[in-house]
Nanobody, 117 residues
Framework: QVQLVESGGGSVQAGDSLTLSCKVSGFTSSNYWLAWFRQRPGAEREGLATIDIDGSTSYLLESIKGRFTISKDGAKNIGYLQMNNLQPDDTAMYYC??????????YGQGTQVTVSL
């Protein structure tokens, strides 16, 4: 049974940084893509970043480039989303997801990030 558990969210002030972690279990190997999504209050879920099987290639939503970084530790089966210079507009529930390049089938329960001025 595949499980994803996010951690690292919290309440911070504008300009602060957070690193979200996503512990993945249940895959027979580390051959999965990892992605991060977020859902702002009253909005649809938004894809932020993806990283491939060996962590060599990543994609970031244009609006977060330069502030957010996605990474993955295949040996530990942990994914990360480093978020710098957080702004109130980044307030959302953040989710990690795992799957193939074309289908992210498994999701965690999410971790809340709240950014205040």
């Amino acid at each position: 049974q595949v499980q994803l558990v996010e951690s690292g969210g919290g309440s911070v002030q504008a300009g602060d940084s957070l690193t979200l972690s996503c512990k993945v279990s249940g895959f027979t190997s580390s051959n999965y893509w990892l992605a991060w999504f977020r859902q702002r209050p009253g909005a649809e879920r938004e894809g932020l970043a993806t990283i491939d099987i060996d962590g060599s290639t990543s994609y970031l939503l244009e609006s977060i480039k330069g502030r957010f970084t996605i990474s993955k530790d295949g040996a530990k089966n942990i994914g990360y989303l480093q978020m710098n210079n957080l702004q109130p507009d980044d307030t959302a529930m953040y989710y990690c997801s795992a799957g193939t390049e074309y289908e992210f089938k498994y999701y965690g329960q999410g971790t809340q990030v709240t950014v205040s001025l």
